[in-house]
């Protein structure tokens, strides 16, 4: 007969106290989870995985300071892993060897469908030459989102908005990108 799981609570508690055995449970139950929200920011299989080591050990060494009634030890940890992904993609943009994402071969994208195809199609330059022409809230929603990989409520902390004015800028800014990237002169044929 299996034993009941402990909360998580519980885990990060043990933690504070020292107790190593917790952070093997809380890894079992968050690695693969960790790890998926870290490729999706980096795009990149080895430093996803080191993302995720970095943000268990921030765990382990934070303990102390999760507040329960802030949030769940779920969404703690998940940002951690979150914040840690984007330190990490910050410090590769500001490497010297850093190759500007107009040099980077796409990878196939895991979201089929018309913008995985115009992506996949464009260079840089007509990207940002569309970009350049949305109004600026809603230019800067869409880089904070796609090429720093803030979520929405970070967006609008960061912008001072409401959650739902985010929304709305993306939404309407990604449709005029569209329209302006499925233009013939905008080099994008049977998009």
């Known amino acids: 007969m299996d034993r009941p799981k402990p909360p ?10 020292n107790e190593l055995d917790a952070l093997d449970v809380l890894y079992d139950r968050y690695h693969r989870v960790a790890f998926s929200m870290a490729y999706r920011v980096l795009g990149d299989r080895l430093a996803a ?5 970095d943000a268990f050990l921030s765990v382990w060494r934070q303990a102390r300071s999760f507040r329960a009634d802030r949030g769940s030890a779920r969404t703690w940890l998940m940002s ?3 914040h840690r992904a984007i330190d990490k993609l910050r410090s590769h943009a500001n ?8 040099v980077v071969q796409q990878r196939e994208s895991d979201a089929p469908g018309t913008w995985a195809q115009v992506w996949s199609s464009l260079s840089g330059d007509v990207v940002r030459g569309a970009l350049e022409q949305l109004p600026a809230e809603q230019k800067k929603s869409i880089e904070l989102a796609f090429f720093s990989g ?3 409520v970070e967006i609008a902390g960061l912008m001072g908005v409401p959650l739902g004015t985010v929304k ?4 309407i800014g990604l449709q ?10 905008a080099g994008v044929t049977g998009a």
């Open 8 to 17: 998580d609570e519980t885990l990060i508690a043990a933690l504070a106290g």
């Open 49 to 53: 995985e080191d993302v995720v080591q």
């Open 80 to 82: 951690i892993v979150h």
């Open 95 to 102: 490497m010297p060897n850093f190759v500007p994402l107009d």
């Open 150 to 152: 803030y979520t929405h």
């Open 168 to 171: 709305g800028r993306m939404r």
């Open 176 to 185: 005029k990108l569209k329209s302006m990237l499925d233009r013939p002169e």
